[in-house]
């Protein structure tokens, strides 16, 4: 069973960087042909993907963004991380780290961590 874990913290100030970790279980994130996503929903908005990295290292942004967001990975640790640049309270969130098959689509979700832009 694979599972997800989002950790960071919940509280950044405007203009500073975010930065969250997806540990992943039960499964590599070197594993043929997974992307991992980073998905956020802000209060009263659907779900946003941001940006994945997939099993190869290669990584994909959301276009609206791509020039604030960098996703990177330690396969050391099996873990997935987002950093986002010069945050503002609009970037208030619960964030979550997925799994795409590539197939059918997202089948593993972590929990989701509530982010705060706030001073």
């Known amino acids: 069973q694979v599972q997800l874990q989002e950790s960071g913290p919940g509280l950044v100030k405007p203009s500073q960087t975010l930065s969250l970790t997806c540990t992943v279980s039960?499964?590599?994130?070197?594993?043929?042909?997974?992307?991992w996503s980073w998905i956020r929903q802000s209060p009263g908005k659907g779900l946003e993907w941001m940006g994945a990295i997939r099993f190869s290292g290669n990584t994909y942004y959301s276009p609206s963004l791509k020039s604030r967001t960098t996703i990177s990975r330690d396969t050391s640790k099996n873990q997935f991380t987002l950093q986002l640049t010069s945050v503002t309270p609009e970037d208030t969130a619960l964030y979550y780290c997925a799994r795409d098959d590539n197939y059918s689509g997202y089948d593993y979700w972590g929990q989701g961590t509530q982010v705060t832009v706030s001073s």
């Open positions: 039960g499964g590599s994130i070197t594993t043929n042909y997974y992307c």
